[in-house]
Structures are given as structure tokens and as C-alpha cells.
């Protein structure tokens, strides 16, 4: 029997070979490419939606500094309101409790609904008829019998200006025996501030000045003392 050669079904072999190769790295090839289209279009989409998402945020943003500042003037007009309302607790109304007198005066003419009406400690409802209230004059339907006990709590307006009392405030600076400069929260109403180190009462002038809200202390207090504030401030 004849034999082939060998080199020639090599040559057929190479071939061959060669052409699955190249058969496989087009079809690869075009893989690739119709994976590259699809993450370019994924990546579009999602930078399309990150745009979306980051306007979105900025209408947001937006409308929260909006929300924020229209909170803001609320809280500034509720504290202009409220700071020249004054509270009367438990006031006695002017008139005699005798059994025969049904009308009483207040200091005060209260703020409309603010009334708390007492007698011996009871709550009366000015909706039952019990009494009616014009100005600072109450009426009561019927007499009040002798021995018993009447008192007012309301809120009244006043034009004047509101003194509030700040208790104990400890004012914020360093104590470390080398910082003399301390700052309170409010400015003191003039000559109303009492400041105490270690409980013990300091003197204005002496021990130390104050400007405004700032108290500057002639030696400077050391970290184990306590510094401690209180006055009145005007609204």
C-alpha cells in the first residue's frame, strides 16, 4: 500500500485550522462590538437618568430652601406676636364676694379665649352661661356666695416691652486661667446682670466690665472655677 506523505495532510490540517480561527474571531469580533453598542447605550440611558435624578434634586433643594426660609418668617412673626403678650396667673378680679355682687374687674383686659375662669379651684366654662367677660369686666350669672374663692389666669397684650428672665447661664468662653473674655446669650437689661464665680457674687467695675452680651473679667478665671449668669433681657 502507498503511502502519503506526511507533510502534506499537515498542510490540509494547517489549513483547516486556519480557517476555523478566522471564522471564529469575526463572529467574536462582532459580538464584542454589538456588546460594546449595548454598554454604550446602557451607560447613555443611565447618565440620562442621572441627569434626571440630579435636576430633580435641585427642584428639591430648591424648594426646601424655599420651605425653610417661609418657616422662618413664620417663626419671626409668631415671636413678634407673642413677644408683647404677658401672662397674668391666677389673678384675684377686683369686686366683693358677698352673695349679692355679680360683677368683677381685672387688671388686664385678656386676650380673647385665654380666660381661665376659677372658683375654689374648679374650672369654669364661660360657655355654660356661667359668666360672660367684656374687656377686663366679668359678670357672673348668678352671685358669688360668701367664702368663696375666685381667680383668673389669661394672657393680656402689652405695648410695653417684655423683660425676660434668664436664670443661671453659663456663658460660653475658655476657662483655663488665661481667657477673660465671656459671652452671654442675650444682652443684659443695664445693671440687671448678676455673675457669680463659685457662687460667690463678682462686682461690676471691679472684678469685671460688660458690653453688650460680652463680660471681660480683670483676672481670668481658672478651669476648676464655675461661672454662672443671671438677668433679665428685653424682647
Do not use: W
Request: hydrophobic share 35%; charged share 15%.
Amino acid at each position: 500500500m502507498a503511502e502519503f506523505p506526511v507533510s502534506q495532510p499537515r498542510k490540509f490540517l494547517n489549513q483547516f485550522k486556519n480557517k476555523n480561527v478566522v471564522s471564529t474571531t469575526v463572529d467574536i469580533s462582532g459580538d464584542v462590538l454589538a456588546i460594546v453598542g449595548d454598554v454604550t447605550n446602557a451607560v447613555s440611558q443611565i447618565t440620562s437618568s442621572f441627569t434626571q435624578v440630579s435636576q430633580s434634586l435641585k427642584s428639591v433643594s430648591g424648594s426646601l430652601v424655599s420651605q425653610s426660609l417661609q418657616i422662618a418668617n413664620l417663626e419671626a412673626t409668631a415671636r413678634s406676636i407673642g413677644s408683647n403678650k404677658l401672662f397674668s396667673n391666677k389673678e384675684v378680679p377686683v369686686g366683693s364676694i358677698d352673695g349679692i355682687n355679680t360683677t368683677y374687674t381685672l387688671v388686664h383686659e385678656p386676650i380673647l379665649g385665654s380666660d381661665h375662669m376659677y372658683l375654689n379651684g374648679v374650672l369654669i366654662e364661660d360657655n355654660n352661661n356661667d359668666y360672660a367677660i367684656s374687656g377686663s369686666t366679668i359678670t357672673f350669672a348668678n352671685p358669688l356666695l360668701v367664702g368663696m374663692k375666685l381667680a383668673c389666669t389669661y394672657y393680656y397684650e402689652s405695648s410695653s416691652p417684655v423683660r425676660v428672665f434668664v436664670d443661671k447661664e453659663l456663658p460660653s468662653g475658655s476657662l483655663n486661667g488665661i481667657n477673660t473674655t465671656f459671652t452671654l446669650r442675650y444682652t443684659p437689661e443695664e445693671e440687671s446682670e448678676h455673675i457669680y464665680l463659685n457662687g460667690v457674687l463678682q462686682e461690676n467695675g471691679g472684678d469685671y466690665t460688660i458690653s453688650g452680651s460680652v463680660i471681660t473679667f480683670g483676672e481670668a478665671p481658672t478651669a476648676t472655677m464655675k461661672l454662672r449668669c443671671t438677668y433679665y433681657y428685653i424682647l
